[in-house]
């Protein structure tokens, strides 16, 4: 790129030397497309993370941002559609886990837990950051929650607050399992490490 800028400015140079002019008003033109082309595309095309993932997936078959377009449809509870688009970044990223984590929230929602534990169970090898591996267990833990299988849930709510002690969330899916498990006083000393805002 820096050879081409070079080049680029030698033959403006040589240019202005034989017509200043018409130099001039072909800059002037190149830059006025441009800044219109990237006011088009900011405005239009990419002014959200959102529209983004939309025209890149949908407009572009550009399938690497099918993930953060299904997870965008699953906030906004559009299941079938976000089903759709996580099944196709599975399949095409098998090594990215944050498809997995996203696809097995969306099976809890809705009423799936064996299928999200499927998933899960693929993930569980994959690479994952410490926040990651949090949400890993705290979706294990959802799952077997509604399986009724307390005691499996409530390990993985811990492994899940040990793994991302400040989220407030993992904490308090352990305090209740904790209460359903009869065991209250454990619930009150997981709440009270809750960190305050």
């Known amino acids: 790129m ?3 800028m070079i080049s680029f400015a030698l033959i403006i140079k040589r240019f202005l ?8 008003c072909s800059l002037c033109s190149i830059l006025i497309y441009l800044g219109g082309y990237s006011y088009l595309l900011n405005s239009n095309l990419w ?6 993932f939309r025209q890149e997936v949908i407009n572009f078959g550009n399938y690497y941002y099918a993930g953060g377009l299904a997870e965008n449809l699953l906030e906004k509870k ?6 759709k688009y996580f099944q196709i970044a599975i399949k095409r990223y098998p090594l990215h886990s944050n498809n997995y984590l996203n696809y ?3 099976l809890l929602d809705t009423g799936r837990p064996h299928q999200a534990l499927s998933y899960l169970k693929e993930a569980k090898t994959l690479v994952m950051t410490r926040k990651r591996r949090g949400q890993w267990f705290n979706n294990v833990g959802v799952a077997h929650f ?3 299988d307390y005691d499996r849930s409530s390990e993985n709510f811990l492994e899940a607050v040990k793994c991302f002690p400040m989220n407030i969330e993992y904490r308090k899916n352990l305090a209740l399992i904790y209460i359903d498990m009869k065991k209250p006083s454990n619930a009150i000393g997981v709440l009270k490490k809750i960190p305050k805002q």
Do not use: H, K
């Not at 030397?17 to 001039?24: L, Q």
């Not at 559009?78 to 089903?83: K, V």
């Open 47 to 52: 002014r959200n993370e959102d529209n983004l």
């Open 104 to 106: 097995s929230a969306l």
């Open 78 to 83: 559009q299941y079938r559609e976000a089903e």
């Open 146 to 148: 509604c399986l009724q």
């Open 2 to 4: 820096a050879f081409l």
């Open 17 to 24: 030397n034989i017509n200043p002019f018409v130099v001039r």
